[in-house]
């Protein structure tokens, strides 16, 4: 006969939750899911070549390189050569031309234009007026600045004489050149032309080759009144 004031005790209820077992079973899957992912990983890698380090850095360099501006379209760029100090290229030089049979004034004029010197030598025998030869001849290499002889039939027939006092005293030479006369500095080339001999204002006049006298320093100045 059962005691109905005996306490009643229920046995244990069943625990919730995942059992160790089943934890186990997880973890070993994943872990073997890791190994295979690694290994086709790997593997892929491997049998694709475009993806190696080395394929992808010639990649980036040479596309580097690519989008680099051109020598031809850098703004930097100039199309003119660099001559070094010890280049031994000439200096810009030309040909003389023939001044043969030619009006002196004329040869003369040319050849000044070429900034070249020239040095008229007349009494050669022929048409007065007319180059019979030059030194160098025609023909000749020549540069800037160098001297040519014309050699001229007959006798130097007269030219214009310019005026040059007041001007300043080194720029007097470029009148007188262009007109074939030859400066002589009497007082140095300091300060303005004070006189010249001969004197276009004082009836002078002059042949070509004439040497003419110029005399320079300072000109004199009156201070204005206060």
Known sequence: MTDPWAT??????????ISPAMIAAIATSVAVLAIVGATGGYLLANSNPSASPSTSASVATSSSADSSPSAA???SFSPTPVVSATSTTPAPSGLLPDGSGRDFREYFAQLRAAKLGVLL????SGQAG???RTSPSAGSRIRAGVTIKVYVAGEAPPTELPKVVGLACRDARVPLGDKGLLPTYMSGQTGVVLSQSPDPDQGGTARWNDHVEITCGESATTSPSP
Do not use: C, H, M
Request: charged share 30%; net charge negative.
């Open 121 to 124: 030598i007349f009494g050669e």
């Open 73 to 75: 379209e850098s703004p």
């Open 8 to 17: 009643r005790v229920d046995a244990e209820p069943p625990r919730q939750g």
């Open 130 to 132: 007319l180059v019979t």
